[in-house]
């Protein structure tokens, strides 16, 4: 014991698969930006790279939410362990709300519970995996996929998504991409990281791309209806009857709630080649072993979904509205960065990072470590999420906040601007 760590229990050689998986986190990407803020700096730190709006009065949610978690706590009805499938009357209450978008009805058998949208990412790529396959992911994309991908041994293949035609997939590079091996596609709606709303029409091709090569889709809607531009949201669930559908999504941005920990995965297939192909047998299992969604919170979804206002939706709409024209305006007056294409939707954008503008930044983790050591702004390195040498900047802040923290940017730009 004395010479060091017994062989039969140190795991640092033969845990490869968890190291690599945890270091392409968005978490442990802002963990280390974060540890150069300096601690001097009077300033508030501006976060524009999390995805957690919570902490601002503007972004509060509803007082009807609030209130069910009280009456859901008080009704001593929810103390229980839960099924591993969540309870009856909030898989009921989840398909009934979704099932309003949807040319078809869902039924409580279609909803598996999830403590979360990442949960749901966990369990659904986890059930999938299979020794030899692949998935297809967006790039940019959302990175846990792929930690999860990596961690279950599940080969990743990226398709692009082409900021020239507002973040739309490219269908071709799918198609070159794709073989015999391919399980599923990732397809995220509205966009994290880029900010973009899918119009039907494109989604219907990529459901029929799908149904051709013979693969899943993945459609991962937690910014649900969080869409505020020229395009509406419309769920992926309409096209489960060209090909099935796996639906994920939560409570947590809409109701701006994600520390209660409730998502989902929903079954879009009205001709039940989930049921025969083993796959949602697959995914029971792995539920089985899994964590739970908090039963209490679970006991609260039914007045969550029925009794939150229209108003309080348009509340949080326009303030998204308000700060992604803050963002998009504020951005274009810093000649290192482009903004390809304004955000219309969930709470984030990418630009592209012009390092030749630039005298002594290296790269996109270089600009984001100095601009949190000499600003206070934490912005998101566009690696995390696939794309070197971009940026994701997240506009769910206070407005005033956000447009300190352009200005900020700018100020840093200035500082470091190639001198002419």
Known sequence: MANGPSPKWDIRDCNGEVN????????????????????????????????DPSVFPCFRTTRAAEDAIVDAVRSA???????????????????EHLSRDLPYKLSPDDVYLTA?????????????????????????????????????????????????????VDLDSVEALANDRTVAMVVINPGNPCGNV?????????????????ILLIADEVYDHLAFGS????????????????????????????GWRLGWIVTNDPSGV???????????????????????????????LNNTTEDFFLKITNTLRESANICYDGLKEIPCITCPHKAEGSMSTMVKLNLSCLEDISDDMDFCVKLAKEESVVVLPGFAVGLKNWLRVTFSVEPSLLEDGLGRIKAFYSRHAKKK
């Open 20 to 51: 690599p998986a945890s270091g392409i986190t968005v978490r442990s990407v802002l963990d280390s930006i974060m540890k150069n803020l300096n601690e001097s700096d009077k300033r508030p730190v501006v976060p524009l790279g999390h995805g």
């Open 77 to 95: 009805k929810f103390n229980c362990y839960s099924p591993s499938v969540g309870i009856e009357p909030a898989r009921r209450s989840v398909a």
């Open 116 to 168: 979360g949208a990442n949960h749901a990412i966990e369990v659904l790529v986890t059930a999938l995996a299979r020794p030899g396959a692949n998935i297809l992911l967006p790039r940019p994309g959302y990175p846990l996929y792929e930690a999860r991908a990596s961690f279950s041994q599940f080969e990743v293949r990226h398709f692009d998504l082409l900021p020239e035609k507002g973040w739309e």
């Open 198 to 214: 899918l119009t039907l029409e494109h989604m219907k091709k990529i459901a029929e791309t799908a149904r051709k090569l013979g």
């Open 231 to 258: 395009v509406p949201f419309v769920p992926m669930g309409v096209c489960g009857p060209i090909t099935p559908v796996f639906t994920i999504g939560s409570i947590s941005k809409r109701w701006i709630i994600p």
């Open 274 to 304: 989930l049921q025969r192909s083993g796959i949602i047998e697959s995914l029971k299992s792995y539920l089985n072993i899994t964590a739970d969604p908090a039963t209490f919170v679970q006991g609260a979804v039914t007045q969550i």
